[in-house]
């Protein structure tokens, strides 16, 4: 039973992390990153670089270096866009790349590098998702600092959660990196089966979350809140810190057949890379007060960025008192479909209200991929 009725897919994407990390190690070596913000899944992932008491340059008040602004003809196609490449190899960012970016003043020294999400993944054998129609218009590359990559030339494959050359089912295609969301045995999402789960005892995922200030992006496929540090959670035995979070409408993720009308992706990173993503489901109901918060800050345009209101949001606020999940290993949900990635989902959502769901709808009305195989893999289930 669903209880929307849109096209479901399953679990998040969040893709870019893996690649983001050893980005941000990376640049952490080179400059002395200060703070990461993350990317899951999507394109645009902030990597704010270097100390915050260097210089600008002009071209870092150029806010089309920071960000992509699009023209209102290009915002209505703006979920079809791509991202600007980043300086990758391989998909990550590579440490004579970074170089040679800020050798040529092409890294804002004080701004954020912007990494491309767009650049990952391959094609899936997924559905399409439907509801929007995906164009490949192609937008401008205008970007960013990243986007003169040495490693790479071209500007970061489009892709989009339509039916058409640039969707799910072609991801794979779009760019070898991408590969792996054609041809991952762990892919995500996937439809969650209480039937094949294990039924065992788990040790509770430990939530050291709380008011959390941040910004809000609009990168293009999502809204995704990045914060500041100080959230983190503890699963398996390991710390993980909290990055960002990020929406996808509908669900991804789907239990037993069910798709709810959100999701929120809690995206964590433990020091040695490894990502864990928190899946909160989001239902229907009464309003949410942490996330209209969230909606308070809605950029304007893709690229373009928000600060939270000075409350910031409450995450501890947003969990629900039974915090049992599920937990199996999968994958970014957004190119370039990285797998390593421990997923928990939660069992028990939250909610939104109808107008709240809307409002995203109105800015991304299908960003969610289709489900993927299980592929055997071990989902378990904590009783
Ligand atoms: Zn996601």
Redesign the pocket.
């Known amino acids: 039973m669903r209880t929307a009725p849109l096209p479901f897919t399953s679990l998040?994407?969040?893709a870019v992390f893996v690649r983001r990390v050893t980005a941000v190690a990376l640049l952490a070596v080179a400059g002395g990153v200060h703070a990461i913000v993350t990317p899951?899944?999507p394109e645009a992932q902030k990597v704010p670089v270097t100390n915050p008491n260097a210089p600008k340059s002009p071209q870092d008040n150029n806010p089309q270096r920071r960000h992509s602004i699009e023209t209102p003809a290009l915002a209505n196609r703006r979920r079809e866009a791509s991202l600007p490449k980043p300086a990758t190899a391989g998909g990550e960012l590579t440490l004579a790349a970074l170089q040679e970016l800020l050798k040529d003043g092409k890294a804002p020294r004080t701004g954020e590098l912007t990494l491309s999400a767009a650049s990952a993944a391959p094609a899936n054998p997924g559905t399409a998702a439907a509801r929007t129609p995906a164009r490949s218009a192609a937008r401008p590359a205008t970007a960013p600092a990243a986007a003169a990559a040495p490693a790479n030339t071209g500007h970061a494959a489009h892709w989009s959660y339509g039916d058409d050359e640039t969707g799910p089912a072609q991801w794979g295609r779009l760019e070898p990196r991408f590969n792996v969301c054609a041809i991952g045995k762990r892919q995500s999402p996937i439809d969650i089966q209480d039937s094949e789960a294990l039924q065992t005892p788990m040790e509770p995922i430990q939530f050291n979350w709380g008011k959390a200030a941040g910004s809000v992006l609009h990168n293009g496929h999502t809204l995704q809140v990045d914060l500041d540090a100080g959230h983190s959670i503890e699963v398996r035995g390991k710390a993980f810190r909290l990055l960002q979070f990020?929406f996808?409408l509908p669900s991804?993720e789907r239990v037993n057949g069910r798709g709810f009308p959100m999701v929120a992706?809690f995206v964590h990173r433990a020091d040695d890379g490894q990502l864990a993503v928190v899946a909160l489901l989001l239902d229907r109901g009464e309003v949410n007060p942490q996330i209209a918060r969230v909606w308070s800050s809605i950029p304007l345009d893709r690229g373009d960025r928000v600060r939270l209101p000075a409350e910031g949001v409450d995450l501890a606020v947003l969990l629900p008192t039974d915090q049992r999940y599920y937990q199996f290993i999968g994958s970014l949900?957004t190119p370039p479909c990285t797998e390593g990635v421990v997923w928990n989902v939660l069992k028990v959502p939250a909610t939104l209200s109808a107008q709240q769901i809307d409002t995203f709808a109105k800015i991304f009305p299908m960003n969610a991929r289709p489900v993927q195989p299980g592929n055997g893999r071990i989902v378990k289930s904590a009783q």
């Open positions: 998040p994407s969040c899951d899944v990020h996808h991804e992706h949900t």
